[in-house]
């Protein structure tokens, strides 16, 4: 682990003083992506290499020593750094892993009703006001990209983007079909129904990341529908866009510019064809798979959310909540939290196999 720790700290070093020459804005973003996410991991190391170099320097002090005072002083400097060193070990152990290659970056976030009728509407709403409640108390701007209103109040579909860098590493783990239980507004009789809704997580692909040709793409436009203001369906600002290669649709009618709509459209059609580049690529990697919390299959349910019990259980991991209505408030800390410790024991577990 020593030489590992001493290559990290020559890596930091090195960049910051490629940082302190950087000139071009590019060069100084990545620079500065790469020196934040090693952060951390180097003062980590910092610290471990400090106090394994304490602890050798004692140990020399110690074969020399005759003054008892001084011996039982130093015997219990090389105990202290030694529990130490066991402390910082292990969490170095877990900031060591292979990062997701998908860490730091911004997501799309697409929602849609499932099974259940308007019911799935109704919770598609439920659902991205969950979210969006979770988004503002971790600072993350929540940016509608597109959506399709049930009459009642509900989504059939909203996609909507989280510009931050702690998007993903947020809500990687909410990709699947979340299934609701409880008695619908539009039930009379007082049953309780069952209704899913699938959610996938999609990160922000760059344009250097896929070659999309022009002559690759169908781009109609339309009048907007729904809400949107004085320019609802009185301009065609509304663009839906077919790329033709792989049959991938998408629109966007949020914005009242044609342009601005366009942007929000392709933005939405690289990251699904790197989703699905993505998807391709996993199925032949079971290895992969299973180090991960669920397959990140969209058809694989994944939470269940029961009303009349006030229960939210996520299947993946077993954890369970009794406290259901503070976690459609956006309180996910605790669940996320549990998702994470889970992914990082199974990735721990698949580096020592």
């Known amino acids: 682990m020593i030489d590992r720790l001493k290559k990290i700290q020559e890596k930091y070093l090195r960049i910051e003083d490629e940082l302190a020459k950087a000139t ?3 060069t100084l973003k990545n620079l500065s992506k790469e020196r ?5 991991v180097y003062t980590k190391a910092d610290e471990y290499l400090k106090i394994t170099k304490d ?3 004692a140990k020399t002090l110690l074969e020399s020593e005759n003054d008892p005072d001084m011996h039982t002083m130093l015997k219990s400097e090389i105990e202290e750094g030694e529990k130490k060193l066991e ?4 969490e170095l152990e877990i900031m060591l892993l292979p990062p997701d290659p998908n860490s730091g970056k911004s997501i799309l976030v697409e ?3 499932g099974t259940g009728g308007e019911e799935s509407g109704l919770f598609c709403a439920d659902l991205f006001r969950m979210y969006n409640k979770f988004a503002d108390k971790k600072g993350l701007r929540v940016e509608i990209i597109d959506m399709s209103q049930t009459g009642i109040g509900g989504y059939k579909e909203i996609v909507f983007s989280l510009d931050d860098d702690k998007a993903y590493d947020l809500f990687k783990f909410e990709s699947g079909t979340h299934r609701v239980q409880r008695i619908p507004e539009t039930e009379s009789g007082g049953r309780i129904h069952t209704s899913a809704v699938t959610v996938a997580i999609l990160p922000e692909a760059e344009e250097k990341e896929v070659e999309i040709r022009e002559s690759d793409l169908r781009i109609d436009v339309y009048r907007s529908s729904g809400a949107g203001g004085q320019h609802v369906n009185t301009t065609d600002s509304a663009v839906r866009i077919t790329h033709i290669p792989t049959g991938i649709v998408v629109a966007s009618q949020e914005e009242r510019s044609q342009i601005k709509n366009r942007d929000k459209a392709m933005r939405v059609l690289r990251a699904r064809i790197v989703d699905q580049m993505a998807e391709t690529a996993k199925l032949s990697a079971d290895a ?3 180090a991960q919390v669920g397959s990140g299959d969209r058809s694989e349910r994944i939470r269940t959310y029961n009303f009349p019990q006030g229960r939210c259980t996520d299947h993946r ?3 369970t909540s009794h406290n259901l209505p503070a976690i459609m408030e956006g309180d996910l800390d605790e669940l996320i939290d549990a998702l994470v410790q889970e992914d990082r ?5 698949e580096a020592k196999a």
Request: aromatic share 4%; proline share 3%; with cysteine.
């Open 24 to 26: 071009a804005s590019d």
């Open 345 to 349: 024991s199974k990735r721990l577990a």
């Open 317 to 319: 991991i077993g954890f």
């Open 55 to 57: 602890c050798q320097d």
């Open 36 to 40: 934040s996410r090693l952060t951390p």
């Open 288 to 290: 992969l798979k299973k």
């Open 87 to 90: 402390e910082l070990a292990k």
């Open 111 to 113: 929602i849609r009703a």
